[in-house]
């Protein structure tokens, strides 16, 4: 696993926040985006994942990493993984590299989300995480998946992705969740960093929503529906 830590992340819609990225093995193989139309292969931050991947930059320590995450200031707002996934090899969470990371983030406002299957190991790291004020989000494939992570975890936040001419402030799931599209994507002048929804991990906190983008889009409607 190789981190990579960008201090000041000049993407628009991000804003100026620390972001990280995470090499590829840490994908879990049950995401149906992998290699399918996931956003992070594609463009600049494709680039920039591969380079990762291959060793070419970033942190050859998760305690290297940590290091500096405990380095921002206190009350940051930051996201980790525009690429890759929580630590740990393919499904499996490494619970011993999360708690070095949720220590780290201690006194941070650190959000992140994941594909990683929805085991009792898992779920138990996910939300000892959550607790502790990292917000980690489960990711839907669909509406009708939000709403069955909804329905089994109903204590952890969840967001899903929509289809990619999603341009609605707000939908629903086949059962009647509320999904509210991500802010940054309907708005110009909304930025996660002025947003900072995803790192809200209160229970009752809607579904956000995120509209499949980048060249691979046209894959992911398709998985999507």
């Given at each position: 696993m190789k981190l990579h830590l960008t201090k000041k992340s000049g993407n628009a819609k991000t804003g100026p926040i620390p972001v990280s990225t995470t090499s590829d093995d840490t994908c879990p193989n049950v995401c149906p985006f992998k290699g399918s139309g996931c956003y992070a292969s594609y463009g600049p931050l494709g680039l920039h994942w591969s380079a990762l991947n291959a060793g070419e930059r970033g942190y050859d320590s998760i305690d290297a990493f940590c290091d500096d995450i405990a380095k921002l200031p206190a009350g940051q707002l930051w996201r980790h993984n525009q690429a890759g996934d929580l630590p740990g090899k393919g499904n499996r969470i490494n619970g011993k590299d999360l708690r070095k990371l949720v220590i780290a983030n201690a006194g941070r406002k650190g959000y992140t989300y994941t594909h990683k299957p929805t085991t009792p190991t898992n779920i138990a790291l996910i939300r000892a995480s959550n607790a502790a004020g990292f917000a980690i989000n489960l990711s839907a494939n669909n509406l009708t998946h939000a709403d069955t992570l909804a329905s089994d975890w109903p204590d952890l936040p969840v967001v899903t992705v929509l289809p990619s001419d999603t341009v609605a402030k707000s939908t629903r799931t086949p059962a009647g969740r509320?999904?509210?599209?991500?802010?940054?994507?309907?708005?110009?002048?909304?930025?996660?960093?002025?947003?900072?929804?995803?790192?809200?991990?209160?229970?009752?906190?809607?579904?956000?929503?995120?509209?499949?983008?980048?060249?691979?889009?046209?894959?992911?409607?398709?998985?999507?529906?």
């Amino acid at each position: 696993m190789k981190l990579h830590l960008t201090k000041k992340s000049g993407n628009a819609k991000t804003g100026p926040i620390p972001v990280s990225t995470t090499s590829d093995d840490t994908c879990p193989n049950v995401c149906p985006f992998k290699g399918s139309g996931c956003y992070a292969s594609y463009g600049p931050l494709g680039l920039h994942w591969s380079a990762l991947n291959a060793g070419e930059r970033g942190y050859d320590s998760i305690d290297a990493f940590c290091d500096d995450i405990a380095k921002l200031p206190a009350g940051q707002l930051w996201r980790h993984n525009q690429a890759g996934d929580l630590p740990g090899k393919g499904n499996r969470i490494n619970g011993k590299d999360l708690r070095k990371l949720v220590i780290a983030n201690a006194g941070r406002k650190g959000y992140t989300y994941t594909h990683k299957p929805t085991t009792p190991t898992n779920i138990a790291l996910i939300r000892a995480s959550n607790a502790a004020g990292f917000a980690i989000n489960l990711s839907a494939n669909n509406l009708t998946h939000a709403d069955t992570l909804a329905s089994d975890w109903p204590d952890l936040p969840v967001v899903t992705v929509l289809p990619s001419d999603t341009v609605a402030k707000s939908t629903r799931t086949p059962a009647g969740r509320k999904i509210v599209t991500c802010p940054a994507v309907l708005s110009d002048t909304v930025t996660c960093a002025s947003c900072g929804l995803c790192a809200i991990n209160k229970a009752g906190r809607a579904i956000i929503g995120f509209p499949a983008h980048g060249a691979g889009k046209g894959k992911v409607d398709v998985i999507v529906g």
